[in-house]
């Protein structure tokens, strides 16, 4: 065999080797295309999958829902740390008889009270309106605070502030804020009701002495409260046990924070459920009853004369 043929036949099987090699590749290609088109489709399935949260969604609704609640736990919603802020502030409210200073903003005051809105007005004739300063020499500092931080967006809760919620119901109705008046009644509400069908003591109230409580919100309420404070004597009476024995003394005595009379009728009311016939507190201690005078069929009357 001559050289030429020897490379010649060597080319050759070489050739049909890489031919066969070809093939075999080819035909592995041919099965495993198959194969990857089945495994993209179902990682494209499974993608959806984990963006819809399965074949019901059950799952992407929950995601869903969590990423909003987390977006809504990051979103600011209160300007409290505005309060005293010097840089911005555009107004000056001294409150109490030291004159507590707090810098604050016309716009957000003037937004939620009405009592701030008048005040703030240039075009009002008072003064206030004109030197950027409002005292209020009458409002409990404590109590004024809890409800500018309201007024900024921040927190509000009954129990946070029981030492002093007449002061701070007195200080929302001189300013004339509705919508936190509303969310005082509501939580105050909340805050005397229990799941026991049993009565407690009063003393086991999360409120401290809660009909003295009711008692000092009637003396500083206006008469168009009285419906929803009478709400609040029958969920009280409803609740817990009326300290007759302690509650005593205001028969014979005349306090100016304590509206005595109208807290007794209310007390009547609310043990009864009807308000044509409430029992009368007075009769039970031998004391002659001034409460139907005032409260008669017509209405709620003056109970402070």
């Known amino acids: 065999m001559t050289l030429d043929m020897a490379r010649y036949l060597k080319s050759e099987k070489n050739e049909s080797q890489s031919n066969g090699a070809v093939a075999v590749a080819r035909q592995f290609a041919m099965r495993l295309i198959p194969m990857l088109h089945i ?29 909003t609640e987390e977006i809504k736990e990051k979103k600011p919603n209160s300007f409290e740390s505005l309060i005293n802020d010097t840089r911005f502030s555009d107004v000056q409210v001294l409150v109490g008889p030291t004159e507590v200073e ?14 701030f809105g008048r005040a703030l007005d240039p075009s009002d004739k008072w003064k206030e309106s004109k030197d950027g300063k409002i005292r ?6 404590p109590a004024f605070k809890a409800i500018i931080t309201w007024v900024y967006g921040g927190a509000f809760g009954v129990l946070d502030h ?30 005397l009701k229990k799941d026991s069908p049993a009565k407690k003591p009063a003393r086991d109230c999360s409120i401290p002495e809660p009909f003295i409580m009711l008692g000092q919100l009637l003396a500083i309420a206006p008469e168009r409260d009285y419906p929803t404070i009478q709400k609040i004597a029958n969920t009280l009476t409803q609740y817990f046990n009326v300290p007759w024995s302690e509650l005593r003394h205001l028969m014979t005595e005349d306090y100016e924070t304590i509206n005595a009379k109208a807290l007794f009728y209310m007390i009547g009311v609310g043990l009864e459920g009807a308000q044509k016939n409430p ?8 004391q002659e009853s001034e409460t139907r005078g005032h409260f008669g069929m017509g209405g709620w009357g003056n109970p402070r004369d």
Not at 102 to 107: D, K, P, T
Not at 136 to 141: A, D, T
């Open 102 to 115: 707090y810098n604050l903003h016309r716009n957000f005051l003037a937004h939620r009270s009405e009592y």
């Open 162 to 191: 029981k030492e002093y919620l007449p002061e701070i119901y007195k200080a929302a109705d001189y300013l004339q804020i509705s919508d936190f008046k509303d969310s005082f009644f509501e939580q105050v509400m909340t805050a």
């Open 279 to 286: 029992p009368d507190p007075y009769h039970r201690y031998g």
């Open 136 to 141: 209020l020499p009458e409002i409990h500092p």
């Open 39 to 67: 495994y993209v489709l179902f990682a494209d399935r499974m993608s959806y999958w984990e963006f819809t949260g399965g074949p019901d969604g059950s799952r992407s609704r929950a995601r869903g829902e969590n990423k």
